[in-house]
């Protein structure tokens, strides 16, 4: 017997719920244990995809060959008047800069300023066929010449540059001011710096 205004459930027993309703009741907590099951595996695996991802195309990017780019060794700087630009960078910005030093192989006198992490050379004209004196015709008042980096494998780097049709402005590496051996790879192949290896 139902009790007076009573509806279509009894509710004298603990467990009120119909079947229609203990259903619903059970479909609901099933969708929510799924939905939460979704989000923790979602949670838990979308972390690792990203960091795969990434590091699959880092490792892609490493180059292949024998040799490896180190540090910037030096960014060298043609100038006008040797002088006047030692003591700007000595007197005026207090740098340590070296005495200078004639390099008549490759037509310069140069000077290094030292900073804390590169140097810079400064480069002047040494003879009648020094290139700085070409560039300085081009550029009174001086500019930058070109950067140098260093290279664990010198010969490696050259072989394998040649091979990837960059060009190399001698046959056989000269040494530079620091009494190592160097290459000059073409400002038209390196997007317009004239970019100088140096063995480390």
């Avoid at 490792?59 to 040799?67: A, E, K, Y």
């Amino acid at each position: 017997m139902l009790p007076a205004g009573g509806g279509g459930c009894p509710t004298r027993r603990p467990r009120p719920a119909c079947g229609r309703e203990r259903r619903g009741g059970e479909m609901a907590a099933s969708l929510g244990r799924a939905a939460a099951g979704l989000l923790i595996r979602w949670q838990t695996s979308a972390p690792r995809v990203r960091t795969l991802s990434s590091s699959n195309s880092f490792s892609q990017n490493i180059p292949s060959g024998l040799w490896k780019l180190g540090r910037l060794n030096h960014v060298a700087i043609a100038v006008p008047d040797l002088e006047k630009a030692q003591s700007l960078y000595k007197d005026v910005l207090g740098a340590q800069v070296s005495e200078t030093v004639a390099l008549p192989e490759h037509g310069v006198y140069t000077v290094f300023v030292e900073l804390g992490n590169t140097k810079l050379e400064l480069l002047h004209p040494l003879g009648d066929r020094s290139p700085i004196a070409s560039f300085l015709q081009k550029n009174k008042t001086g500019g930058m010449h070109h950067i140098c980096i260093e290279v664990d494998d010198i010969k490696a780097a050259m072989t394998e540059l040649k091979k990837k049709k960059i060009r190399i402005l001698s046959e056989e590496p000269k040494i530079g001011a620091h009494g190592k051996p160097v290459i000059f790879l073409h400002p038209k192949d390196c997007h317009g710096v004239l970019v100088e290896l140096e063995q480390a």
